[in-house]
């Protein structure tokens, strides 16, 4: 299995609404992260997750909130979202184990906030 | 500011044509450089180039990396309707003051091959 998969496609929800993405791989990569892609601009960090540990927050709203549960699975609470918020929300994984190097994505979430 | 630099931001061709995106970069602690092809969803792997002057080559596409001058290409030969996407460059490094583990990414080019 050479994917990284991601659920659900699309999302639409509200200012007051509560969801969650979520981001799986089965690769044994032992890094992941969040990206959020804006259109035409290219996917900007916003967590990193290295051996199950938040390793980076690129100053990320406290109204995402990533979480690790084991070290295939990765998910992005949203909570109290903007419309600003609206975007494509990337997942990603790499076997390096300081981050970076060769990252795999997953197709997105298309979001959007009204 | 931007660390990673591609040129042209745009680029129309007609197939056939023989094309050369650049990628120039400021980072410390160079770990890699990669290549990745966006059509309407995620960026999919094309390169990681770590060594200068070392080419890789898949199919019609190829790329080089020059750590001295710190700059990439990536060159695509008879190109296709099928080429058209946006072709990002990512370094793989550590701004002064950083963690590692990430990639910067330049703004892509915005390749569109005519029939």
């Known amino acids: 299995d050479t994917e990284v998969t991601q659920t659900p496609k699309h999302l639409v929800m509200g200012m007051t609404n509560k969801k969650s993405l979520k981001c799986e791989q089965h690769?044994?990569?032992?890094?992941m992260y969040w990206y959020k892609q804006k259109a035409k601009k290219p996917p900007e960090l916003m967590f990193v997750y290295s051996y199950e540990k938040l390793s980076i927050n690129e100053s990320v709203p406290s109204r995402f909130s990533p979480e690790c549960p084991n070290s295939s699975l990765l998910n992005l609470h949203l909570h109290a979202l903007q419309p600003e918020d609206s975007a494509l929300y990337l997942c990603?994984?790499?076997?390096?184990?300081?981050?970076?190097?060769?990252?795999?994505f997953g197709p997105g979430t298309r979001l959007t906030v009204l | 500011e931007d660390k990673v630099v591609q040129s042209p931001l745009s680029l129309v061709v007609h197939e056939g044509d023989t094309v050369t995106l650049n990628c120039s970069y400021e980072?410390?602690?160079?770990?890699?450089l990669l290549w990745y092809k966006q059509e309407k969803k995620a960026p999919t792997f094309l390169f990681m180039l770590t060594s200068s002057g070392i080419e890789k080559k898949s199919g019609r596409l190829s790329s080089i990396l020059d750590k001295k001058e710190l700059f990439s290409i990536l060159n695509i030969t008879a190109t296709q309707t099928g080429d058209s996407a946006i072709y990002l460059c990512?370094?793989?490094?550590?701004?002064?003051?950083?963690?590692?583990?990430?990639?910067?990414f330049g703004r892509g080019t915005q390749l569109t091959v005519w029939p």
């Open positions: 990512a370094v793989d490094g550590s701004l002064r003051g950083s963690t590692l583990g990430r990639l910067y």
């Open positions: 690769m044994g990569h032992r890094a």
């Open positions: 980072v410390t602690n160079f770990r890699s």
């Open positions: 990603a994984s790499s076997q390096d184990r300081g981050g970076g190097g060769e990252q795999f």
